[in-house]
């Protein structure tokens, strides 16, 4: 506390001699002057943001409008008190914190040859975690490697807040100690011949004294809950901790940017559980971009607000993860994203189409897009009905099941009974309670495939560059 009081005692001392000086200025009338006041009333917003970073506590304050600071602190119109008032006010902090925000950007174009295929890819992101989808072999990891400086591309350009990393055309390429990049991969890549604190410290600016290294060490291992096994060796840490400790290295440098190249996969499910838990809490007060690779959707899901999609060196969708699990524009994107039931289709009508491979005709709610060749519904979004007559209700038969802990895999044959137990339509997937209720039923069940749950996409194209949709217009809030 003494600390802050000092610290907000000098930024209220340099804002009255700032206000002083510009009144001043002011009233000569000369138009350097003007532009010197803008200057500084900038300054002291720019400080100001600084001290709440270094104290977020003081930023913790009740959510109250602005009247209520003025009704408690008398102004009168034009004097130094007024003015320092619209210098600290709430509405002029949330500004300064939004502009910071908003300045956090990385922009990648860039093309390299790969044995299989050519990366192309263009995309911006900001301060939200992007997670990178994409089936093994696609070029993700080469991406993250080419953005911290591991590889270079052939040509295009990579800028990260503002600052080039990479132009091939003006033969810019900085060193990865000059990116500032916390890279995290699925192996940790500690080094074996020093502890956690000397792997922690490793990642720290230099220049910092011996108490300032101290100090941000155990700062890290406490954050990480490893305090007093700073001493230890990698290979006197379980895989849990090693990967804590790879993650507060990445975090400790004060990186521009993480890249996460499945961080998780190595680990069991309770530590993978534990791990995500830490890497959320982290990320909450990471002011900077994050990429984030993994095939795990769920992890992917919780973990970050949007996602991307490659394939074969493309970027093919890149939306709020909401739009790329609801509407995935192409039938490879909808595999990668879980979706088990397709089915080549044509239109029949403006919201009816005809399901080839399930022999059917369904009606669908949304407008049927010029592209559309496919159709699919995800297991869990069958419908087990007892109204026949229900919208695009059809009789079924069990083929055959698939059990997991929790869940039951029913294969599904539409319309007759199948002939063998590869002879089925449709996966639907149930948790067991409703399977305990529908194995004692007498064939044929009925099973509903609800229009608005039906995905209408294309079969596939390759494309260098995202196209606007409607669908990221209307979640580009998130």
Known sequence: MDVALVWVLAILAISLGAILAMNFWTDSGNSQFKFLRRRSKNFLRRKFARFLRLFPTARTVPKRQESDYRSEVPLNKGDLGESLFNSLSPKLLNSSFAEEESAIQLTVEIQKKLPNFYLNISFETGSK??????????????????????????????????????????????????????VLFQDYALFPHLTAAENIAFGLPKGLSRLAIKQRVEAQLAAIQLQGMGN????????????????????????????FDEPLSALDTHLRYQIEKLLVARLAHYRGVTLFITHNLEEAYRLCPNLAVIERGHLVQQAPKQVIFTHPRTLSIAQLTGCKNFSRAVTVAPHQVSAIDWGCTLQVAESIPKSFSHLGLRAHQLIFTDIPSAENTFPCWLTATSETPHRMTLFLKLNSSPTSPHDYHLQAEVFKEKWAMLQNLPFPWFVQLHSERLLLFSEGERKSEVENSDFEVQYSAL
């Not at 992007?130 to 295009?156: M, N, Q, V």
């Not at 230890?232 to 890249?259: D, F, T």
Request: hydrophobic residues 40%; aromatic residues 2%.
């Open 129 to 182: 975690p992007l997670g990178i989808l994409g089936a093994s072999g696609a070029g993700k990891s080469t991406l993250l490697r080419c953005i911290a400086g591991l590889e270079t591309p052939d040509r295009g350009r990579i800028v990260l807040n503002g600052r080039v990393l990479f132009d091939s055309e003006a033969k810019i390429n900085l060193p990865s100690r000059d990116r500032r990049v916390g």
């Open 232 to 259: 230890r060796y990698p290979c006197q840490l379980s895989g849990g901790q090693q990967q804590r400790v790879a993650l507060a290295r990445a975090l400790a440098s004060e990186p521009e940017i993480l890249l």
